[in-house]
């Protein structure tokens, strides 16, 4: 019989009833330090005093309108978003797949009221992820995210990630725009170097195409800049950002510049719940956080700390873990074994971690953590390896 939960999961045999900062506590009484953060989403950790602050007393005013009236929350949270970064203006969503649909709208749009009515075609690299809409599946191509579900959107050019000259051969007359996450985080961590993320600007900006980052994972101050792109220097047209946003409240964002966002006019575009009063009174005490002097330098020192030891473990459990990637706090290590096994592993010594492609175990860890987590992390990982060396010898 079919679970009532469409089983469209493969669920680990557990249910949490707490959390508390970097912790989860299960309905069995067992604890775990979290670093899987519900795939990168409770940035500020489990239970935020200051988020549950935001979200109760916003609960007790109003908690939906539809975007039929203005909604504050959305006004002083998109200025905050565009006063901190590239864009102009920004539209609000419930989820990533959604801030994703209307950045490649957006991009499509674009060119259409430029007159440029062929250009249409979008840009996209192998092992990306851009979520489970028709469009982002489309987008991706990857077989274990479109088989069974043609026919596909048609629309986008997909190329190795990495590969310049594959993008410059890619691009013909009917090219809107590329769409890149800087850093791939369902399909393993895989890191774009800052030549391969300026050589696409430059690309875009010699043929008129739009830039078009998906930072839903690597966004909101996962790799200890605001956003990872960042680190290269440059700056997109369009960006996706969700996960990270709302703490754990589903929020999600499309930011654009003025000119990338030209067609999205009155009636273009919509959502019932995007960016709702309860949405953004959590969005934007998630932006008090990462906005305090010092949280994004915090990230990038711990994520260091974190990444040494990761390199540690390596050495001493070469079988195990053949490598480490990431920036920040988004960290991966490259699996000996199947990844599913020591994602389980892992998890029965109290370490929440998720699996991503390329057998890599990904660690998101909160933002918060602090040292003691960070050793706390790393003696699991180091007894689970050796358990596994065990197992294999
Ligand atoms: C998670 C993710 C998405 C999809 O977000 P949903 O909220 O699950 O729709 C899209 N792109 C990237 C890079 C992601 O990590």
Known sequence: MIPVVMPTYSRADVVFERGEGPYLYATDGRRFLDFAAGVAVTALGHANPYLIKALTEQAHKVWHTSNLFRVAGQESLAKRLTEVTFADTVFFTNSGAEAWECGAKAVRKYHY?????????????????????LGAISAAQQEKLVKGFAPLLDGFDLVPFGDLDAVRK?????TAGICVEPIQGEGG?????????RGLREICDEHGLLLFLDEIQSGMGRTGKLFAHEWAGITPDVMAVAKGIGGGFPLGACLATEK??????????????????????VGNAVMDKVLEPGFLEHVQRIGGVLEERLHGLVSEHPAVFKSVRGKGLILGLVCGPAVGDVVAK?????????????NVVRLLPPLIIGEAEVEEAVGILDKTAAEISGEMA
Do not use: C, W
Not at 170 to 174: C, E, I, N, Y
């Open 113 to 133: 009221e430029k007159g440029d009515k062929k250009r249409t075609r979008i840009i996209t690299f192998e092992q990306a992820f851009h979520g489970r809409t």
């Open 260 to 281: 990338a966002a030209s067609g999205m006019t009155a009636g273009t575009h919509g959502s019932t719940y995007g960016g709702n009063p309860l949405a953004t009174a």
């Open 170 to 174: 890619a691009v013909t007359d009917q």
């Open 189 to 197: 961590i895989r890191v774009g170097s800052v030549e391969f993320l």
């Open 346 to 358: 892992l998890r029965a010594n109290g370490l929440l971690s998720v699996p991503a492609g390329d």
